[in-house]
């Protein structure tokens, strides 16, 4: 059973401040990573994606993947209360399977 | 609009009633999923297809769930005899082939909202 684990919050951090969101996997053979925010009553928006470990930087996030481990991370600088919603982790092993969701961190960030 | 187009929005039906929903992807996308999340959890997948070819159906898929894409274009999601647990949001997503090992970007539209009275 592939899994996707992630810690469901809520994660609150102040505005300005970095948000880190954490995801770990269990099938060593996934090869596509991806992070989705969903806002409440919306379909989920993908913001990132991943393939290579390392970093992959886009604007205000940052994408982080370290195979090893088996663990992504999403970094979202200088937060702003727009940034309030849920983070999905997505991950996917060879092409054409599907993409296997975590259940979500809900992020909140106060202004 | 060139995203994915999902139809109907809402959905109420009575226990025991067919449904049919209706997804449109991305005109250039040949790979197009199913999805149900309910609140509070990720999504959950169904099913693939790419092009007309039904590739993949979760174990989870009850036989009162059943999908088509009859042209490779858009696909159908029926759930037969429905049941309040069917309550959720219907999510279809489309994306295209990408290199040989990688799975490009899938994109959602925005959902069909199922409730089962």
């Known amino acids: 059973q592939k899994e996707v684990e992630q810690n469901s919050g809520p994660l609150s951090v102040p505005e300005g401040a970095i948000a880190s969101l954490n995801c770990t996997y269990s099938?060593?053979?996934?090869?596509?990573f991806f992070w989705y925010r969903q806002y409440s009553g919306k379909s989920p928006e993908l913001i990132m994606f991943i393939y290579s470990n390392g970093d992959k930087e886009d604007g205000r996030f940052t994408a982080q993947l370290n195979k090893a481990s088996q663990y992504v991370s999403l970094l979202i600088r200088d937060s702003q209360p727009s940034d309030s919603a849920t983070y999905l982790c997505?991950?996917?092993?060879?092409?054409?399977?599907?993409?296997?969701f975590g259940k979500g961190t809900t992020l909140s960030v106060s202004s | 609009d060139t995203g994915v187009s999902q139809d109907p929005r809402h959905k109420i039906t009575k226990r025991g009633q067919n449904v049919t929903f209706r997804c449109d992807p991305i005109?250039?996308?040949?790979?197009l999923y199913w999805y149900r999340q309910t609140l509070g959890q990720g999504p959950e997948f169904l099913t693939y297809?790419?092009?007309?070819?039904?590739?993949?159906k979760s174990r989870l898929l009850s036989d009162r769930f059943s999908a088509e894409r009859p042209k490779g274009s858009f696909s159908t999601l029926e759930i037969q005899r429905t049941e309040q647990g069917d309550s959720a949001m219907y999510l279809c997503a489309s994306s295209t082939t990408g290199r040989a090992i990688m799975n490009t970007e899938a994109f959602f539209g925005q959902g069909t909202r199922l409730t089962v009275v």
């Open positions: 099938d060593r053979g996934s090869q596509s």
């Open positions: 297809f790419q092009n007309e070819a039904q590739l993949e």
């Open positions: 997505a991950v996917s092993s060879e092409a054409g399977t599907a993409l296997i």
């Open positions: 005109s250039e996308h040949n790979r």
